[in-house]
């Protein structure tokens, strides 16, 4: 079946340093892929995009990128601040036509300050 | 603006005792979602709405049920809860335009004993 694998499950960075969480997806149909962020409690929320037309997007200090080729994806944080210290998850659609997403098992970030 | 709003926060159930999550959202969303969150497995799909009247299976529906009631509510029913269905669940929905990622709601912290 579908699957997304995300590693690492946890990373600890510096303030000011930059995170990059990593993203493989198995389905060959997949075409959006969101990331979401969620704080200690709390739901999830959409931090950024990106489908499968684009290679990269960014968004301030937020930047994924997508090889459609190889069915990577990656999350990227610049000047990482204690705020960003969050669990991760990236999640790819599947099908095509479909609204389901499938999620990634998430990575803990954590920002040392 | 309430987004999406779930019922009850907490729960403690007794093994083969019934319940009801209720989940109602308030964005003219035609789909809908119901996910569960364990530790280390990310989000996992329980079942999906793609539109009213409609429902289907996602990656672990057994043991569940849901109901699409109209096009705001869409509860989740557990029949004879077991200790495996210890879980956070939330309930999303998404809009058909961009962005295409969820709105989740609160979750429901459940405790099977």
């Known amino acids: 079946g579908e699957n997304v694998e995300q590693h690492p499950s946890t990373l600890s960075v510096q303030e000011g340093d930059s995170a990059v969480i990593k993203c493989t997806y198995s389905d060959s149909a997949s075409n959006y892929f969101p990331w979401y962020k969620q704080e200690l409690g709390k739901r999830p929320q959409l931090i950024i995009d990106i489908r499968s037309n684009v290679g990269e997007k960014k968004d301030q200090r937020i930047a994924v990128t997508l090889n459609k080729t190889a069915k990577h994806f990656s999350l990227h944080i610049t000047e990482t601040q204690p705020e960003d210290s969050a669990v991760y998850f990236c999640a790819a659609s599947i099908g095509r036509g479909t609204y389901k997403y499938i999620f990634g098992t998430g990575t803990r970030l954590k920002v040392l300050a | 603006n309430a987004g999406v709003t779930q019922t009850p926060k907490f729960q403690v159930l007794k093994t083969g005792q019934s319940m009801t999550l209720q989940c109602a959202q308030d964005?003219?969303?035609?789909?809908m979602y119901w996910y569960r969150q364990d530790p280390g497995m990310g989000l996992r799909l329980i079942y999906y709405?793609?539109?009213?009247?409609?429902?289907d299976k996602g990656e672990v529906p057994n043991g569940y049920n849901v109901s699409r009631l109209n096009k705001r509510e869409f509860s989740l029913r557990l029949e004879s809860a077991a200790p495996s269905q210890t879980s956070v669940y939330f309930c999303?929905?998404?809009?058909?335009?961009?962005?295409?990622?969820?709105?989740f709601g609160s979750g429901t912290r459940l405790t099977v004993v």
């Open positions: 999303a929905s998404m809009a058909e335009t961009e962005p295409y990622g969820y709105t």
């Open positions: 709405s793609a539109s009213e009247g409609t429902t």
């Open positions: 964005m003219n969303h035609n789909s």
